[in-house]
């Protein structure tokens, strides 16, 4: 479980192709301490410490290649490294798993001042668990949303999270990691139940909430 608040940045120093995934191998640009085993949000996707050599090392299965953008990283590519929360941490973003829902595409970058605020194009089944004010993780990175249409939704970004991470050198066309609230999910099966005869389901549907 991680908070999405990005610790460092990690340079691309190796991509070796294994079989149908990778050996993925990054450079900390900052220090950043971890053990042979650990989880690490790389970009957003937890992944396990293979290797630690100065270079840390990450065995990347074909599932994450093809439904997540490590699959396009490269040599000197810039991507956001967290380390595992643990219980006695402040929890200053919000609980995101590392598991990524699916990829987004950046459709538009418009600077306001001090700010930056991004379009992203986002899959339906994506959207749907996006609301207004509402966390998202965006390549691990935990951002609220300003707003949002039928196809796509927009943040704002300050000056530091652009500096901090590899979003403030993102543009129109490229694609991210995305990873939705997890507690939207958990909502929508507690509702998909539809049990009648459960309290909370009467409530809803006396309130015009729910179809019967």
Do not use: W
């Amino acid at each position: 479980m991680f908070t999405g608040l990005v610790e460092t940045f990690g340079a691309v120093t190796d991509v070796r192709n294994t079989g149908n995934g990778c050996s993925l191998s990054v450079k900390p640009l900052s220090e950043f301490e971890v053990r042979l085993g650990d989880s690490v949000s790389v970009n957003g996707v937890c992944l396990t410490v293979t290797k630690h050599n100065g270079d840390i090392s990450f065995d990347v299965s074909p599932e994450t290649l093809r439904s997540t953008n490590l699959g396009k990283l490269k040599i000197s590519d810039k991507i956001n490294l967290e380390r595992a929360l643990r219980l006695n941490d402040r929890l200053g973003g919000h609980l995101v798993t590392g598991h990524v829902d699916g990829i987004g595409t950046i459709r538009n970058r418009q600077q306001a001042g001090e700010y930056t605020f991004y379009t992203f194009e986002a899959p339906a089944e994506i959207l749907k668990y996006i609301v207004k004010k509402g966390s998202v993780a965006i390549d691990g990175i935990s951002l609220t949303v300003v707003d949002l249409d039928h196809g796509s939704f927009r943040v704002a970004i300050i000056p530091h999270t652009a500096a901090a991470t590899n979003l403030g050198g993102k543009g129109i066309g490229d694609r991210v990691n995305l990873e939705a609230d997890i507690i939207g999910k958990y909502v929508e099966k507690f509702l998909g139940k539809k049990d009648p005869d459960s309290n909370l389901m009467g409530l809803l549907k006396e309130k015009g909430f729910i179809d019967e």
